[in-house]
C-alpha cells in the first residue's frame, strides 16, 4: 500500500520543507586527519620538492597506502583528477592530430583536457542503462587517428568493461579509465582503475575521497609509472637514498614535466581520509540500499548498477524519474522543488558535452584554424541517448547516504509531496537552468 500523507504546500512555493535536521556534512573532519595535519605544519617539510627530513613524506607514504588499497602496483598523486587525466594522456604521447573516444555524458574535464593537448576529443554517446560510454558507439567511432578510450564510471556505475577490454586488444588502443566518481568501485571483485592502462582519480572536495583540491594516477606500468613521476616534478624523481637535509628529488628528465606535485598538507588529509573511506563507502552502499528499496514499495524507479558491479560506491545516488507521474514537469523544475524540500542541492545529471555551457574547445586561443575549429565543434557529435538521460534523472549528493535510515524516507517522502502535489507542480518555473547540471 502506497501511504499517504497530507504533505502539504510545495516548500518551493512558500509551504514547510520535508526535511527538518542537517543533513550530514562534507568534507568530514576526523581525529586522523586532524593529527596528519598537525605533524606536517611542524616538519619543516610542506612539498616534496623539500628537503628530506629523516622521515617518509606524506606523498610517498599515501602513494604507496593508495596504491595497495586499489591493488595497482604504482600512484602518482597530482593536484587535480583534471592533471591525473593530463599526466596519463601526455604519458602515453597523445597530441595534435590525435583522437580520444570520450564519453558525451561525464564532467567537462574529460573532454577539455583532451583538447588542450590539441587533440581531438571524439563524443561518444552513452548506453541508457548504464549512463556509460555505449560499446556499440565506441566501435564506430573508431578511426586511424584513435590512440586512446577514455571510459569513465559516472555516479559509480560501470559499463561494459569487458566488452572494452576486448576491444582495446584487438584494437591495441589504451584505455583510461577516469574514476573521479568511483574510489572503491569493484568489478567482478577487482577496484576500478585497474583494468585499463591507467587509472585517473580526483580528490577535489565533493568526491568520496578528498584533500579540497588532488588527484591521483594509479597503473601497474612501471615505464608509465616513471614518466607519470617525472612529468608531475618538472622530471624529477624520488631518491632511493636520500639524505638528510638535502633534496629529496633527483634530476631525470626523460620527459618534459611541469610542476603538479600535491602538497604534503594535501597527502596527510587524503591519508587521514583513507582510513575511513571503506567504512563510509560500506554506509552508503547500505543506504542505497534501503532508499532503493523504499523507492521500489513507493512506486517509483531506480537506477540499478551492471551485475558486474561487485561492490557498489555512491558518489551521486540516482533517482530515475516518470515526468508523466509528476503533471509533465521538467526535471529542472522537480530539481529545484525537491532541493526545497530536502534542503539540499538536488541535480540533474550533467548537461550532455555537445551542449555543454563549460565545453568550449574552439575558443582554445591556439585554435586558428577552420579546419580545425570543425574537428573540435562539439555540435558535430550526436548524444541521442545522452539527451534522454539528462531529462529524466535527479542526483543526490553522498554525503546524503551518511545519513540516518530515516533520512531516506525524508527522500522519499519528498518525492511522494511532488508526485501528489498536481496543482503545485503546475505553477513551478520549467526552463531548464544555465548552468552545467
Ligand atoms: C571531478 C571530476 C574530474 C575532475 O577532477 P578535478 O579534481 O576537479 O580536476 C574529472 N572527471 C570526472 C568524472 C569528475 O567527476
Redesign the pocket.
Known amino acids: 500500500m502506497v501511504q499517504t500523507k497530507n504533505l502539504g504546500t510545495l516548500a518551493i512555493l512558500g509551504g514547510s520543507s520535508i526535511r527538518k535536521r542537517e543533513w550530514p556534512k562534507w568534507p568530514r573532519v576526523t581525529a586522523a586527519i586532524q593529527e596528519e595535519l598537525l605533524q606536517v605544519l611542524h616538519s619543516g617539510r610542506w612539498a616534496v620538492s623539500g628537503a628530506y627530513m629523516g622521515k617518509e613524506c606524506n606523498e610517498r607514504r599515501f602513494s604507496r597506502a593508495y596504491a595497495d588499497y586499489m591493488g595497482a602496483k604504482y600512484c602518482i598523486p597530482t ?7 593530463l599526466l596519463a594522456f601526455l604519458a602515453l604521447g597523445i597530441g595534435p592530430g590525435d583522437e580520444v573516444l570520450v564519453p558525451g555524458l ?2 567537462v ?2 573532454a577539455s ?1 583532451v583538447a588542450r593537448l590539441g587533440a581531438v576529443p571524439i563524443l561518444v554517446d552513452i548506453d541508457q542503462r548504464t549512463l556509460t560510454m555505449s560499446l556499440e558507439s565506441a566501435r564506430k567511432a573508431i578511426s586511424s587517428r584513435t590512440k586512446a578510450i577514455m571510459l ?3 555516479y559509480g556505475s560501470v559499463g561494459n568493461l569487458d566488452g572494452f577490454i576486448d576491444l582495446s586488444q584487438e584494437t591495441n588502443i589504451p584505455i583510461i579509465e ?4 568511483a574510489h572503491g568501485t569493484e568489478w567482478k571483485g577487482k577496484k576500478v582503475g585497474t583494468f585499463g592502462k591507467i587509472g ?1 582519480f ?3 572536495q ?2 568520496l575521497l578528498t584533500s579540497g ?3 591521483a594516477a594509479i597503473t601497474s606500468n612501471e615505464q608509465l609509472a616513471s614518466l607519470m613521476e617525472q612529468l608531475r616534478s618538472d622530471g624529477r624523481v624520488f631518491n632511493k637514498n636520500p639524505k638528510i637535509g638535502q633534496l629529496e628529488l633527483v634530476e631525470v628528465g626523460e620527459i618534459q614535466g611541469s610542476n603538479m606535485c600535491l602538497s604534503e598538507f594535501q597527502a596527510a588529509v587524503l591519508l587521514g581520509g583513507l582510513k575511513k573511506l571503506e567504512e563510509e563507502n560500506k554506509i552508503r552502499a547500505d543506504r542505497a540500499e534501503l532508499l532503493k528499496s523504499l523507492l521500489k514499495t513507493n512506486g517509483f524507479q531506480s537506477f540499478e548498477f551492471d551485475k558486474g558491479v561487485t561492490f557498489p560506491t555512491y ?1 551521486n545516488f540516482l533517482i530515475k524519474c516518470d515526468l508523466n507521474e509528476f503533471n509533465n514537469s521538467t526535471i529542472d523544475a522537480l530539481s529545484r522543488a525537491i532541493s526545497e524540500e530536502l534542503k539540499a542541492n538536488i541535480n540533474p545529471i550533467y548537461k550532455p558535452l555537445n551542449k555543454h555551457p563549460l565545453y568550449c574547445p574552439t575558443k582554445q586561443a591556439f585554435v586558428k584554424t577552420e579546419e580545425k575549429k570543425k574537428l573540435l565543434d562539439p555540435s558535430r557529435f550526436s548524444l541521442p541517448n545522452a539527451d534522454a538521460a539528462r531529462a529524466s534523472y535527479l542526483t543526490l549528493h553522498h554525503s546524503l547516504l551518511l545519513d540516518d535510515e530515516e533520512g531516506m524516507q525524508d527522500v522519499v517522502d519528498a518525492l511522494n509531496k511532488l508526485r501528489e502535489n498536481k496543482e503545485g507542480l503546475l505553477r513551478l518555473a520549467q526552463e531548464s537552468s544555465n548552468i552545467a547540471f
Open positions: 593536484t587535480s583528477g583534471t592533471n591525473a587525466l561525464t564532467w574535464a574529460c583536457v569513465v564510471h559516472l577516469d574514476c573521479a566518481q585517473c580526483s580528490m577535489q565533493s568526491k583540491e588532488g588527484g558518489y
